[in-house]
């Protein structure tokens, strides 16, 4: 947590991670899971727009991809900013209670796949 990555068009600041319950019954995590919340600060620091969402994010528990999912207040939403704005907000995924290691990825550049990766837990 606190890792700041310059894309040379934006930074990305990993700032928390936290276990999230939901008091909603209808919306738990499958048996032997658990929901993160991650939040993430997206700055524009390029000359245009930058199109920015949960989207751009990956997740990964001992290597292997986890479902993306919603579950609350402050989701990080899907926006274009612009140059000097911010996009910040929660992004959830569902990952096993035993999980050894937990990473995000972030997508830097759709064009070159280059990426970002915040460790959550190793």
Avoid: H
């Amino acid at each position: 947590m606190g890792d700041v990555v310059d894309t040379g068009k934006a930074t990305i600041t990993f700032k928390s991670v936290e276990d999230y319950v939901s008091d909603n019954m209808f919306m738990q995590p499958e048996d032997g899971n658990k929901i993160i919340a991650a939040y993430f600060i997206i700055e524009n620091t390029g000359n245009s727009n930058l199109s920015t969402g949960p989207y751009d994010f990956d997740c990964y528990a001992d290597n292997s991809v986890v479902e993306s999912t919603y579950y609350g207040e402050k989701a990080l939403s899907y926006d274009s900013i612009s140059p000097g704005r911010k996009n910040e907000g929660y992004v959830w995924f569902e990952v096993p209670v035993n999980s050894e290691k937990i990473e995000i990825e972030y997508e830097m550049s759709w064009w070159t796949q280059e990426k970002a990766i915040f460790i959550v837990k190793e």
